[in-house]
Every structure is written in structure tokens, then in C-alpha cells.
């Protein structure tokens, strides 16, 4: 059984970010792709555009000194340009770790990445990390 493009597509990105490879990242997204971060701290918010979500993606490494990690755990598809994927994120800030599940919703059109929504299991512990 082959993997659906779409599912295909969201591994194709973590795989690249896990690499630090945010050109090809980047590559996967609509110029006007937005990134929606759930919480009040300094990189929660709409991040319009796609270099502005690549920003985001190079404060997360800034922020933790490089040891902003994800592990994919699984990636869904309904089939209809929508992909869930679940990860475990991990970093070190400071003198605080943070170890927490997230969950992102991907928007898929025309093949690339328009929309990504993500979603946390403690978003408390994200905000005291962050802050």
C-alpha cells in the first residue's frame, strides 16, 4: 500500500526540519501560508507568509540554543487536502526542559502546505517554557 502525497508531503517536512534544511521547508509551503501557535508567549500567534514562518522556525532553534527536537509519531490523512500529524517536541531553554505532544493540522492545495494549525497537551507548560 503506497502513502498518500499528502502524508507524503508532511514527512517530506519534518524530515527536512529535522535536518535543519529550512529552504526545503520552505519549498513545501505556499508563499502565503500562515502558521496559527495557540498560547500569549513571544512565539504564539498568526505567522502570515512563508518566511515568516520559517522565522518562527529559526527562533525556535535561537531560543533553545539548537535543541528544539521533534519525533514523529504519526501522520493521518482524510484525503481532502487536510493532514494531522502528532509529534513529541523537545528543548531546553535556559535552565527549563520541556518535553510535551503537539499536534499540527496541515492545509494541503495545489501540493504544498497553506495552512498548519497547532495544538498542544499542556499548553500551560508551553507558556511558562516560552515566557
Known sequence: MSEHPDCALVRRGYAAFG???????GALMTADVIY?????????????GREA?????????????GTFQVD?????????GHVISVH???AD????????RQ???????????SDIDECTTDID???????
Open 19 to 25: 535536518k535543519g534544511d529550512l529552504e526545503a521547508v
Open 36 to 48: 496559527h501557535v495557540p498560547g500569549k508567549h513571544p512565539l504564539s500567534g498568526h505567522h502570515k
Open 53 to 65: 514562518v520559517l522565522d518562527r522556525y529559526r527562533k525556535l532553534g535561537e531560543e533553545t540554543k
Open 72 to 80: 514523529l509519531e504519526s501522520v493521518l490523512v482524510d484525503g481532502r
Open 88 to 90: 513529541l517536541a523537545r
Open 93 to 100: 531553554r535556559g535552565d527549563r526542559g520541556i518535553e510535551v
Open 103 to 113: 499536534g499540527l493540522f496541515f492545509t494541503i492545495v495545489g501540493g504544498k502546505i
Open 125 to 131: 507548560e508551553e507558556e511558562a517554557f516560552w515566557s
